[in-house]
């Protein structure tokens, strides 16, 4: 299972360290895909946030479980073409999850991420949005993804388990966000 820098096979590991306040963080499951949403106040700037979503190469940075990122080609100024390899574990069922994105940085608010179909990955479908608004001392970040995995999960793990772990990820990632982008300020 995925998502992105967004992103997010799964590691249970704790986010006691989290300094950003997260208003909410939502897995749901719709269909054969699971919808991830997120909304946190950051104190680093828009610009800064901006700066570390959008460091390819570096994104493991946000999220342990992201074994390795990087920009494969710039098709346009605002088009990346980016690669992402994930690795996690929930329970027993380890998965390494590649997938291929369009990366278009609408503006230095706005950030859409489409999975490339037909590139030889484990994502059969996927889409992400990012949406920075400068807010009181920083930067308020909400965060939508959907994803649909190209590859078998075991019915005993369960959409309940699978959600749980992911909303896990999703709270970790987002106050990793915060920690880079304060390193850029």
Request: with cysteine; aromatic share 6%.
């Amino acid at each position: 299972m995925p998502p992105h820098k967004p992103l997010l096979l799964a590691l249970a590991l704790s986010h006691a360290a989290i300094a950003a306040e997260l208003d909410h963080v939502t897995v749901t499951k719709e269909g054969d895909r699971y919808v991830l949403e997120g909304e946190v106040q950051l104190e680093a700037t828009s610009s800064a946030v901006y700066r570390v979503i959008t460091d390819y190469d570096g994104l493991e940075k946000l999220d342990k479980g992201i074994a390795e990122s990087r920009l494969i080609e710039r098709v346009s100024d605002t088009v990346a073409l980016v690669y992402t390899r994930m690795k996690g574990c929930v329970i027993l069922f380890c998965r390494k999850v590649e997938r291929i994105e369009r990366v278009e940085e609408i503006s230095a608010t706005e950030i859409r991420a489409v999975v490339v179909p037909d590139s030889d990955t484990d994502v059969r479908y996927g889409h992400s949005h990012w949406e920075l608004l400068p807010h009181e001392s920083g930067t308020r970040v909400t965060y939508r993804t959907e994803v649909e995995p190209d590859f078998w999960i075991p019915a005993v793990i369960g959409p309940a388990l699978i959600r749980s772990v992911l909303r896990r990820r999703v709270s970790r990632t987002l106050g990793n966000l915060e920690q880079a982008a304060l390193n850029y300020q």
